[in-house]
């Protein structure tokens, strides 16, 4: 996916989850703190997995090819994720480049929900495939990932699993 395929991306996307809206949403100079602190809320193996909300968030603001949102329920933060819109047409897809939910909402579902929300948007768009990386290891997030249909490509991205989700 290229570029200007990002323009194409909703500001804010919502879908009900078992009576809860799981959204995700643009961040702001109101938002952006509360969502950094999330990091904070992950277990000390989890937080060696994922990097942190705000090294993320700057990383996206020097990437011309990333798109980041908050995942919220309500008007409460719950998450983050960053795409990496950039791959090349040797290997059409998206990555998922960050993806974190805070320690005290793991387990209700929203993470699923969020990445459903991005498949949905990534089908619509005309996208085959969705890839992420990982490291095992304790609080690594292989099962969840294998758990949603993603599967190991046999390549190592920086060291990690690289694994892909195909529809």
């Not at 996208?127 to 997030?141: E, H, L, N, Q």
Request: hydrophobic share 40%.
């Amino acid at each position: 996916m290229n570029r200007t395929a990002a323009v194409g991306y909703e500001e804010r996307v919502t879908e009900s989850d078992a009576g809860s809206a799981v959204e995700l949403r643009k961040l702001c100079a109101d938002t952006v703190y509360e969502v950094c602190k999330l990091s904070t809320t992950l277990s000390a193996e989890q937080r060696n997995m994922v990097a942190d909300n705000g090294i993320s968030i700057a990383e996206a603001h020097f990437s011309e090819t990333a798109w980041f949102r908050g995942i919220y329920v309500g008007d409460e933060p719950v998450g983050f994720l960053m795409l990496d819109l950039g791959m090349d047409s040797e290997e059409p897809g998206v990555s998922l480049w960050r993806f974190m939910i805070a320690g005290p909402h793991q387990g209700k579902g929203y993470g699923r929900r969020a990445l459903e929300i991005v498949v949905e948007q990534l089908r619509a768009r005309g996208t085959t495939r969705f890839y992420t990386s990982y490291r095992v290891g304790p609080g690594s997030p292989e099962g969840f990932y294998r758990a949603l249909g993603f599967e190991p490509t046999g390549e190592l991205v920086d060291d990690e699993i690289e694994a892909v989700l195909r529809w």
